[in-house]
Each structure stands twice: as structure tokens, then as C-alpha cells.
T-cell receptor
Framework: KQEVTQIPAALSVPEGENLVLNCSFT??????LQWFRQDPGKGLTSLLL?????REQTSGRLNASLDKSSGRSTLYIAASQPGDSATYLC?????????FGQGTRLTINP | GAVVSQHPSWVICKSGTSVKIECRSL??????MFWYRQFPKQSLMLMAT?????????EQGVEKDKFLINHASLTLSTLTVTSAHPEDSSFYIC??????????FGQGTRLTVV
């Protein structure tokens, strides 16, 4: 059974800092890994999608890496802004279903 | 912890038929439910947001007459794909959110239309 764990559960940093969110999964047989953002009361917004054959994806200030063999992914956010405050979720797609981590609640303080 | 059950986990149907997918919050009241779909090698995309007792809000490009969403109670939302065609084959996932929390997700439904 695939299990996805995100660390830390919550993170609060001053504006401007670079930060890393971590995601680990137990079963390396995945099709892809995705990072999402969720604002309170809103649905998910897809940030980055990494196929199982890829090692990283970049979009603006975001960079996500994938090490499938070790079951790890990181989401790097550069020069954080208050608008980055949200919950970030990673999810892995296996043969049957999408398994999400519980999320990291990120707060960027002005 | 909060649990969301989605049923069925997979379904194969003939072109032209309708398919209903259920999303239940098992141990909390879900004031809002979200429906997503994911095509192969693409990211998860929000289809619609539904609040209990009111009409769903559909994202741009999603046909509301084709994807019927009912959220009649605080624990159940259904998505009906009407007159399904092969291009509707996708992975559908719901999430349910209670008061003040991050959404909990169903296991997803893989729909194959043949």
C-alpha cells in the first residue's frame, strides 16, 4: 500500500527566504508525482508534474525534484512571498489511484 | 482522521451510456466537495466545486450538462458522466472539505469508455 508523507506539517518563515518542502513515498512503482497548492476553501491548483522518468521540473520560482529509487521528492521555493502562503500537497499516481500526502501548511510572514 | 470514500474505483462502460461516481465523507460533514479529472500524463484539473444544497460551480471548459454534479447532503456528492464517449476516459477524483480544514481526497475512479 502506497503511503505518502510530507514533512514538515507546518512551516512559517519570513518573506524572502528560500525553502524546501519534503515528500516521501513508500512504493517506487509510480507513474508520476505532482505538487499542488491549496488555498483555504479552494480546490487544488497543480504546480508541477514530474513523470517517473524525469528528475526535476521547474516553473518560475518553483523547482521540484524526484528521486524515485529512494522514494523522495522536494519542492524548492525561491524568494518566498506572502502570496505563497497556502497548503502544499504532493501526490503520487500508482497503478490504481492517486495517493496524496497530508500537506505542508506554509506561512510566509511579511 | 477524516476519510473520504469514492466509488467505484474503476469502471468500464460502453460509449453512450451514463456513469455515476459517488463521493462520501465518512466521518465528517463536507460543506464543500471538489471534483477533479486527470488525463494520462497530465496534471489533475479541477472540474467543479459543489456546496451542499446549491448548484455546482464549473470550471471553464467543463460542460455542466455532461458532467452532472449533485451534492444533496453533507456527506454525499455524485458526479454523473452522461452519454460517455471514449474521450471522457480519465481518472476522476473527489475531495471533501469540512469546516476550516484541508480537503480530504477520495481514492479516485478510473473511467474507461469503450
Amino acid at each position: 500500500k502506497q503511503e505518502v508523507t510530507q514533512i514538515p506539517a507546518a512551516l512559517s518563515v519570513p518573506e524572502g527566504e528560500n525553502l524546501v518542502l519534503n515528500c516521501s513515498f513508500t512504493d517506487s512503482a509510480i507513474y508520476n508525482l505532482q505538487w499542488f497548492r491549496q488555498d483555504p476553501g479552494k480546490g487544488l491548483t497543480s504546480l508541477l508534474l514530474i513523470q517517473s522518468s524525469q528528475r526535476e521540473q521547474t516553473s518560475g520560482r518553483l523547482n521540484a525534484s524526484l528521486d524515485k529509487s529512494s522514494g523522495r521528492s522536494t519542492l524548492y521555493i525561491a524568494a518566498s512571498q506572502p502570496g505563497d502562503s497556502a497548503t502544499y500537497l504532493c501526490a503520487v499516481l500508482g497503478a490504481q489511484k492517486l495517493v496524496f500526502g497530508q500537506g505542508t501548511r506554509l506561512t510566509i510572514n511579511p | 482522521g477524516a476519510v473520504v470514500s469514492q466509488h467505484p474505483s474503476w469502471v468500464i462502460c460502453k460509449s453512450g451510456t451514463s456513469v455515476k461516481i459517488e463521493c462520501r465523507s465518512l466521518d465528517f460533514q463536507a460543506t464543500t466537495m471538489f471534483w477533479y479529472r486527470q488525463f494520462p500524463k497530465q496534471s489533475l484539473m479541477l472540474m467543479a466545486t459543489s456546496n451542499e444544497g446549491s448548484k455546482a460551480t464549473y470550471e471553464q471548459g467543463v460542460e455542466k450538462d455532461k458532467f452532472l454534479i449533485n451534492h444533496a447532503s453533507l456527506t454525499l456528492s455524485t458526479l454523473t458522466v452522461t452519454s460517455a464517449h471514449p474521450e471522457d476516459s480519465s481518472f476522476y477524483i473527489c475531495s471533501a472539505e469540512g469546516q476550516g480544514g484541508v480537503g480530504c481526497f477520495g481514492q479516485g475512479t478510473r473511467l474507461t469508455v469503450v
